[in-house]
């Protein structure tokens, strides 16, 4: 149902947020700030690189939480919805942030985390103080599961076997004595979550949101905004993990898209976002039923403009996160022409990204990031991500194709991040006399940690790669290849074996979006040979005439692919490869070198 009094929209109704490229920024780790001692980013930082960002091309500035917080969990604790961390500054430095964007024609979108809070939040603290406080049902509380008595007295058990998302060796409910009852807590025991069936809750969130808004953000992310409803009752979840190792269990499938979900959205866009031209994104894991989606971010759902589906992301995850299963291209294509297909054809909205702050770099997962082949991975994956339908989300660093950090980091001294923390401890003492598992666990590290994404930002080849102040030693460790790949050697001058550098060319395909936005953000997509083992090859085609051709090697040989007959190429655009001329067949065979990628016009 459309919202009342809104005009019926389709995919193809031109938005602002639609065509608006989006950057994302980790603050702990984007740019601190001359003078700055602590050694994090901060939000005078961001400021400082605002020329930076509108010249690669960015419209949107999305912003990781740096709201007040102990940092339990970067910042995805909240300790104060108005308040800023003092670590990264004041809010009278956003307000600077926010005019500095306005400026440059940039907006700035809020990463707002409304399923569950600090438990330092003085909304919390008031509500584990008493049974009888008014807060009590701000949150989830249950009793104990008492399952045995000593002469001690009884024995506590969690309500039920739910495991932590970030740490699944640990329960999903945190005993607190105070008052002999539990408190769900679905990411760490820092972390309760709140009870959005108490209308009071959801009033304060609709107040929080109004404050951004009206302050002058012009957004949302919504962080896992489909756990905010769970199922009733709370039964026990299936065994998925080897109970002999495993006490908890992954609870994924009762707590996202609960029963009341589309309630809370649809009151969220009444409340709030109806009275604003927002951009909104919801996080959205552990779903990928088409018309479930689709409730959520159809044209005129009345509830958010588009979520973040997970399926890519998730390409290499059997039932957790910190798992690996086999993927093959194959099963890549499908992903992604499948969801382009789905929007295009029942007037949804894709949200196009491979990187964020919770995976790894994308030129180390999906591709190679060997010296060899990493510029060239780095643009096959950008020259993918400019050319789908959608909102183009880019993470920081994705745009100098940064990538994983070096396997010979010690994990217990560099890595930082809750969720490896917890899973390299779950690993070292359950398999401490299984080496081979024990470096599985740390195969699985190196492949997947958060932490790969969250090294700081690499500018220039300087001492800390100029993310802060030489004699300042950052929160974490810079990535050891930052003399090599960094900002200011990338805008300087042209690679001299492959043309243009991975930071201008995701700057020219940005620009070429933009100039192009009938075809490439709500033309038309034509997926060619979904059966080729390697090439991903489609067509973008626009209302207007234009017609794109796209080729994408995911391999790491020469491949011969063939142009469908009544295909004819009438200009080679642009090539990863690319120092010059592109010089390919127009018809019948075109060779592909390793991890090739090709845009071309068509007739």
Known sequence: MSPQGEQQLSYSTPQWWKEAIVYQVYPSSFQSHVGATTGWGSIKGITSRLDYLKGLGIDVVWCSPFFKSPQADMG????????????????????DLISG??????????????????????WFVESRSSKDNPKRDWYIWRKPKRSSRTESGSHQEPPNNWAQILGEANSAWKYDPTTDEYYLCLFTPEQPDLNWENPEVRAAVWDVMKFWLERGASGFRLDVINMISKVEGYPDAEIFLDPKSHKYQPAIKYVVNGPKLHDYLQEMYREVLSKYDAITVGEMPGISDENEILRTVGA??????MIFIFDLVDIDKPTVRMALKPWDVKEMKAIVSRWQRVM????????VFIENHDNPRSVSRYADDSDEYRRICAKLLALMQTTLGGTLFVYQGEELGMRNVPKSWDIDEEYKDIETINYWNKVKKIYADDPERLQHGRAIIEMKARDHARTPMQWDASPNAGFCDADVTPWMRVNDDHKVINAEAQMAGMDTDTGLTVWQFWAQGIQRRKDHAAAFVYGDLEELIPEHPNVFAYLRTSATGEKWLVLLNYFGRQVEWHLPEQLHVETWICGNYANGQICKPRRGMVPLKPWEGLLAKYT
């Not at 104060?80 to 004041?90: A, E, L």
């Not at 964007?101 to 003085?122: A, W, Y």
């Not at 054809?345 to 894709?350: A, H, I, L, M, R």
């Open 76 to 95: 995805y604790d909240i300790a104060d919805y108005k308040d800023i961390d003092s670590r990264y500054g004041t809010l009278e430095d956003v307000d």
């Open 101 to 122: 964007l306005r400026e440059r024609g940039m907006k700035l979108v809020v990463d707002l985390v409304v399923n569950h809070t600090s438990d330092q939040h003085p």
């Open 300 to 305: 005129n759902a009345g509830e958010l403009r």
């Open 344 to 351: 295009i054809e029942k007037n949804g909205w894709n949200s």
